[in-house]
């Protein structure tokens, strides 16, 4: 299944397995920009993909939160940080937004 999955130049992890297998992470500070537009701040619990992940500017995740929904978000952080992820949402239409502490599942 290689070809359905490899979506990248075989080297992102996410894309390298199963890419409709959810990762676990958690928000962990939340900036409010302007009213309505905040920038989360978010790491995976697991170890080593907050090591071993890697994107490129441009892409963006299927960010669900469990028991209120799903939706997508581009990641807004640079590729080159590591020590976090980032996200930025603005208010509009009926997605929620999450607050420190949320636990979200993003594939
Ligand atoms: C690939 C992808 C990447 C996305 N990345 C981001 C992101 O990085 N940040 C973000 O805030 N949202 C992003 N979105 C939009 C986000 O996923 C939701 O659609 C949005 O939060 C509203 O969801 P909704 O279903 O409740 O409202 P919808 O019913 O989808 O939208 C309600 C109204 O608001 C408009 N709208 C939706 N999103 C925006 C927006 N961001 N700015 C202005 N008008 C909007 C719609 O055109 C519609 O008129 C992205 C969507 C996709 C498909």
């Given at each position: 299944m290689k070809g359905v999955t490899d979506?990248?130049?075989?080297?992102?992890?996410l894309a390298r397995g199963n890419v409709y297998l959810p990762h676990i992470a958690v928000i962990e500070r939340?900036?409010?920009?302007?009213?309505?537009?905040?920038t989360f701040h978010f790491n995976f619990?697991?170890?080593k993909l907050r090591k071993e992940f890697t994107f490129e500017s441009g892409q963006f995740g299927e960010y669900s939160v469990f028991g209120i929904?799903?939706?997508?978000?581009?990641?807004?952080?640079?590729?080159?940080?590591?020590?976090h992820l980032e996200?930025?949402?603005q208010r509009v239409g009926k997605?929620?937004?999450?607050?420190?502490?949320?636990?979200?599942a993003l594939r």
């Amino acid at each position: 299944m290689k070809g359905v999955t490899d979506i990248g130049h075989g080297r992102r992890f996410l894309a390298r397995g199963n890419v409709y297998l959810p990762h676990i992470a958690v928000i962990e500070r939340i900036i409010e920009e302007t009213p309505g537009v905040r920038t989360f701040h978010f790491n995976f619990k697991d170890e080593k993909l907050r090591k071993e992940f890697t994107f490129e500017s441009g892409q963006f995740g299927e960010y669900s939160v469990f028991g209120i929904g799903e939706a997508p978000f581009c990641i807004s952080s640079s590729p080159t940080r590591s020590d976090h992820l980032e996200f930025a949402m603005q208010r509009v239409g009926k997605v929620p937004m999450p607050c420190t502490g949320s636990v979200l599942a993003l594939r």
